[in-house]
Structures are given as structure tokens and as C-alpha cells.
């Protein structure tokens, strides 16, 4: 699997420049570190540059930890980690970032991907523009070039550094004939009709937060940005393409124009709230449930072609730990989305480290809740390391004097002795998936309970649109790691895990009542367990 870009990596918690103001300042204020005092949840903070994330550490009642400090129970840093990082944390901990996700967050991996997964599945992924990576697809853009050509047909490109952001080295053209054919770049159709407001281009920043790739939940956060141009679009010509601020959406480009209004109202300015947009788009008889489904169904898509690498690199760095386990990474990614005339959603590209800058009144309100949200859902709990050390005394208990392990069976031995083997394999799996199922449980409640403005849409409710996501899933491990393909497809056809806990309890008390006929004891009538005993059978047959 290809590594993780190394631009911008971080081992461990590096001190910034924390000198940083912010330049809309709340009302909150800072509370001063105090002396930790014992079960107090900690956090780390050296390894970010931004302002709200201290202020919302401290909203939370962390208690923030010197810089040094690699015990914390949560740990920030704006760069991507090293996955030696991730491997090194202990289960109590969490850190917000996870070892692959380079794979959709770097330009020239996105396109790569999905261009991967479009030839898997057309129809699903029409929500990417048609793009180029150079210098590997320089060919085949101008071949594409002369066939427009023939038809007599002309189109805008918008030509991107590889790995580049926050705007630079962006620029339009609609001669392909001139573009260098050894740069790093990423060259992609130009969506000339895009949906304007007031005159104005504008894209979306959509806010997502992944709290586990095994399995995989994604929340959406159910506000955001609109970034609008600061010049009123007309389609691009050839008079027109340099002018950058009409074509391109980015605030760290328009920011820079006369013409950026930095207005505190919700409704004005050059910069808005989703939820101000979606009341506009709601008051204009546009369907926002609709919108809020194609975004949705576009975000978990984009992350379906990540979770092959995503789990992988997770899987690598943290051995031996039951598929879900706690997950000690999460991230708060940043979609940047337009949306073209019809209402349909473009997937531009994706943040790993989105800016939680506060330039303006309306940064701060939707960041702040983005990020409290988050840490909220995440469910920190003063007790996590104390559980956490006492489980790790109690594993090398088990190890030690090889207390609950299941004797190995021995060459010769009788059909008595391997029905009573394979029974207590049996109960040891059920054992573990019910207690799978419980912290699930009660992990599902945490989250209803403190979904604040976030959204689970993954998993979804709906059992067809899960089936369909799954079975895109299927794709993406078949396209990706295709070695690994036939073990996830195992995995999620493993009968055990659509099972609810009253199943599982069956399935554990017809065990008992067969491992007490082998042993010889009179067996009290527990009612009808026949088709129970027949499913158990059929479903440990082969193990």
C-alpha cells in the first residue's frame, strides 16, 4: 500500500507557534492550567496552532497537559502522525488522525482512486469531475483533447499542483495544447454551470467526523460553511480565465479581494452558514432533505474507497485487536463540495487537517460546534486508562497461568473429546461477539444521546441502503486489496455479526444444554431449541 505523504508529518506532539490570536474573539475566557488532579481526563494540544481548539479542550473541563507529555488521554496535532505514532498509544488513548487517509486527502491520490473505483462502478460515482494526473495521463488528456476537437466542441480545465492548497498554483485553461507534460498535476473538467447565489460561485465546506474504521461510523456535521467568489461569475472565456476570484471559491484566495464582505450578518457576506443555506434553500421550494441525502450518500461513498486503506494501515498499526475494539483514532475531515445548477453535488476534494482559523463571528460558531460535538461523541472517560491497565494485568495474568484458554486437542483423541472441543470453541466465539454487541450497544447510546448537530450515516438505518453501501465496500477491498479481498468479505458475512444480544443469548444457552447431554447430566426442558440447535450447527461447521 502506498505510504503516507510525508509533508507536514509529525512524530509526536511538537510545539507550534502559539502565538496565534484569535481574530474574533469570544466571550468565553481561558481558563488557567491547573494542578492535575487524579481522574481528570487529559489532552494534549502542543501539536495545533489554533486558538478554538484550547478554548474548547477547556469548555470540556481537559485538563491540558505539558507538551511533552505522550500519556494524555487525548492528543491534537494539526499534521498528519507517523504510524509508528498510533502504534506506540495505548487503548485509553485517542488521537485525531488515522494512519491512510492520505489515500482520498492528497489530490493526485484521490484521482487515482476514484478513477480506480469509476471503472468498478460507473453508475456510483458520477460525482467526481473527469481528471488527469500528470504526468502518468498526459497522453490520454490529449487524446481527449483532439477528440474535441473532431466534434468541434471546447472546454475549461482547471489545472491543480498535485499536492498543493489553500488555492496555490490553481489556474484555468482551455488550450490544452500548452500544459508541461512532466509537471506534477492534476487537470480536471471545469463545472461551467455551477449554482449561483446572488451572482456569486460558492462551494461548501462540509464537516465529517470518522470515529472508527473497524467498523467504519461516519458522522456528518449538520452545518458548515459557503464560501462564495468575491467577483459575479460569468462562464469562462478566454477573456475572463484569469480572474480567479470569479471562478475559484477559496477563502484563502478571496480573502485577499476589496471586494470581500467580512459581515457579521447570517445572510450577507462572502462568507455563510450551511443552515442559513439550506433556510434559503428551503424558502426557494428546493428539496433539502434531498440535499442533505446526496451530500450524505457522496461523503460515504468517498470514504468507502478509503476504508480499504484506512483499515489496512489501522490493522498494521494496532495488532491483535478484536474487530470492535475502541478505536484509537479519530478525524474531523473537511469536504469541499459544489454544487452545480441542477442541485447535484461535485466532490472537489477533502481536508485531513481542515483550518479551524476564526477570521470572523460565523468561523467560530460553526467550529465550535463542530469540535465540541466531536469530543462530546468521542466519549473520553476519566476511567479509560484505569480499565485500560487493569485489562493489560489481567491479559498477562491469563497468559501467565493460562487461566479461560481452551486446551488444545490432542492427535487420537475420541469423538467425545472433539464434540466437547468444538463446543467450547463455539462458546468462547459467542462469549466474545456478545460482549462486541453490548459495547456496541452502549456505544450507540452514548452517541443518540450526545449527537449535538452531527449526523450517523454510516451505518445508515436504512437496511437497503446499508446492503448497498456493503456491497460497495465489497468492491473497494476487491479493487484496492484484492489479497484481502475474500478474508473482509468473510467478515461481513459472518452470521454472528448481524445478530442482536437476545440471539447470541440463545445460541450460548443451547450450547449449555448440549455440553450438558455430552456430560452425561439430565437437562432441564428450556423450550422449543430445535431450530436453535440446528442453526448452531450449521453455523460452527466449518470452524
Request: glycine share 4%.
Amino acid at each position: 500500500m502506498p505510504s503516507l505523504p510525508q509533508e507536514g508529518v509529525i512524530q509526536g506532539p511538537c510545539p507550534l507557534d502559539l502565538n496565534t490570536e484569535l481574530p474574533y474573539q469570544s466571550t468565553m475566557k481561558r481558563k488557567v492550567r491547573k494542578k492535575k488532579k487524579k481522574g481528570t481526563i487529559t489532552a494534549n494540544v502542543a501539536g495545533t496552532k489554533f486558538e478554538i481548539v484550547r478554548l474548547v479542550i477547556d469548555e470540556m473541563g481537559f485538563m491540558k497537559t505539558p507538551d511533552e507529555d505522550e500519556t494524555s488521554n487525548l492528543i491534537w496535532c494539526d499534521s498528519a502522525v507517523q504510524q509508528e505514532k498510533i502504534s506506540e498509544l495505548q487503548n485509553y488513548q485517542r488521537i485525531n488522525h488515522f494512519p491512510g487517509m492520505g489515500e482520498i486527502c492528497r489530490k493526485d491520490f484521490l484521482a487515482r482512486n476514484m478513477t480506480k473505483m469509476i471503472k468498478s462502478r460507473p453508475l456510483d460515482y458520477t460525482f467526481v469531475p473527469r481528471t488527469w494526473i500528470f504526468p502518468a495521463e498526459y497522453t490520454q488528456f490529449q487524446n481527449y483533447v483532439k477528440e474535441l476537437k473532431k466534434k468541434r466542441k471546447q472546454k475549461t480545465f482547471i489545472v491543480k499542483p498535485a499536492n498543493g492548497a489553500m488555492g496555490h498554483g490553481i489556474s484555468l485553461i482551455r488550450n490544452g495544447d500548452k500544459l508541461p507534460s512532466q509537471d506534477h498535476l492534476i487537470v480536471q473538467e471545469y463545472i461551467e454551470k455551477p449554482f449561483l447565489m446572488e451572482g456569486y460561485k460558492f462551494d461548501l465546506r462540509i464537516y465529517i467526523l470518522v470515529t472508527s474504521c473497524d467498523p467504519l461510523k461516519i458522522f456528518l456535521y449538520h452545518d458548515g460553511l459557503v464560501r462564495m467568489g468575491t467577483e459575479k461569475y460569468i462562464p469562462p472565456n478566454e477573456s475572463n480565465l484569469t480572474q480567479l476570484y470569479m471562478h475559484l471559491t477559496n477563502y484563502s484566495v478571496n480573502k485577499h479581494n476589496e471586494h470581500f464582505e467580512r459581515d457579521e450578518t447570517e445572510n450577507k457576506g462572502s462568507k455563510r452558514s450551511i443552515k442559513w443555506f439550506t433556510e434559503f434553500l428551503q424558502a426557494n421550494q428546493h428539496d433539502v432533505a434531498k440535499f442533505w441525502s446526496d451530500i450524505s450518500e457522496l461523503v460515504v461513498k468517498t470514504l468507502i474507497v478509503a476504508e480499504p486503506h484506512v483499515l489496512h494501515a489501522y490493522r498494521m498499526c494496532r495488532p491483535g485487536q478484536p474487530p470492535g475494539s475502541e478505536s484509537v483514532c479519530f478525524e474531523v475531515l473537511g469536504f469541499d463540495i459544489l454544487l452545480d445548477r441542477k442541485l447535484k453535488p461535485w466532490l472537489l476534494e477533502i481536508n485531513r487537517a481542515p483550518s479551524f482559523g476564526t477570521d470572523q463571528k460565523i468561523d467560530y460558531d460553526v467550529k465550535r460546534g463542530v469540535l465540541l460535538n466531536a469530543l462530546k461523541l468521542l466519549n473520553i472517560r476519566t476511567s479509560d486508562k484505569r480499565r485500560n491497565l487493569a485489562k493489560q494485568k489481567a491479559e498477562a495474568q491469563r497468559r501467565l497461568y493460562g487461566q479461560n484458554s481452551i486446551k488444545r486437542l490432542l492427535p487420537g483423541s475420541s469423538d467425545w473429546e472433539q464434540q466437547r472441543h468444538q463446543l467450547e470453541r463455539r462458546k468462547e466465539e459467542l462469549k466474545e461477539r456478545l460482549a462486541q454487541v453490548r459495547k456496541q450497544i452502549s456505544r450507540e447510546e452514548h452517541e443518540n444521546r450526545h449527537m449535538g448537530n452531527y449526523r450517523r450515516i454510516y451505518p445508515p438505518e436504512d437496511k437497503a441502503l446499508l446492503e448497498k453501501y456493503e456491497n460497495l465496500l465489497a468492491v473497494a477491498f476487491q479493487t484496492f486489496l484484492s489479497g484481502r479481498a475474500a478474508s473482509f468479505q468473510r467478515e461481513l458475512n459472518n452470521p454472528l455479526k448481524r445478530m442482536k444480544e437476545e440471539d447470541i443469548l440463545d445460541l450460548l444457552e443451547q450450547c449449555e444444554i448440549d455440553d450438558e447431554k455430552l456430560m452425561g447430566k439430565t437437562t432441564k426442558t428450556r423450550g422449543p431449541k430445535g431450530r436453535i440447535t440446528h442453526y448452531v450447527v450449521k453455523l460452527f461447521k466449518n470452524t
